[in-house]
């Protein structure tokens, strides 16, 4: 078992470039843990950073006690940090929330009530604060997607979600898979919860992503998506008779 295990929630944070970011982060998610209702602990994927962040998320795992970090050999991509987050998160919930604070750890109050019930629960971002652009890029995006995988989902990129890990683990992963994370719990027959949050603005660092990463590639998953849904395995198991043999040998 690894460090995760010992608490309830493992709260994954993605983080590429994100120097001037990293103090107001540490600032907040300590303050968050010292009162959260579950117990929980902080995961860093640091997805081969090229600035100072990766040093400094050392710094803050040295003086805070539940903070843990992974560090990739080079950039990666978003997915792939969600995806390392859960792969080594032994708690049995999950959650996600980026390195730019537009949504605050504090908004897992607003989540957690709904973790036994739902597979998967998220926020809605309310007020958005980004460029007219952004939030009218998102929003055709969003219908896109909706129409494509029918997953009823108001808006599925928002950085804060709560996932049962055993659900997390069985998500198909690729490239840009953290736009479809709502629909990939469906294909286990998950239900998925939506809860207005707040939104704040990015005050410090650079969006990592712009009109043609978001739209073009996301676009043609959606097609992968249709594809997966209609082979995708679901099973069932009536009986079995490996769990809990170890000691009895
Ligand atoms: N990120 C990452 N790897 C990447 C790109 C982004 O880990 O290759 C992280 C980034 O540091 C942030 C989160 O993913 O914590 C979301 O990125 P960003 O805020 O730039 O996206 P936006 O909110 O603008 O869509
Ligand atoms: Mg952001």
New binding site residues.
Partial sequence: MNKTGLFELTII??????EDNMLRLEKELAEYLSHASVGSCVLF?N?GSKDNSGKLVQEICKRNKAFFYLSFVK????SA?IKAGIDAAQSPYVAYI???L?TTPEDFELLLPYRQEYALVMGIRTGRKDSFG?KLSSKVANKFRRMMTHDGVEDT?C?LKIIDTAYAKRIPFFKGMHRFLPALIQLQQGKVKQIAVRHFE?TA?????NLRN?LVAPFVDCFAYRWMRKRYINYSIHSENISDQVNDR
């Fill in positions: 944070v993605p983080i590429y470039n994100e994927v997805d950039n990666a991509g978003l940090a980026d390195a730019d537009q952004k990129g950085p990015r660092g650079k969006s990592k992503f978001r």
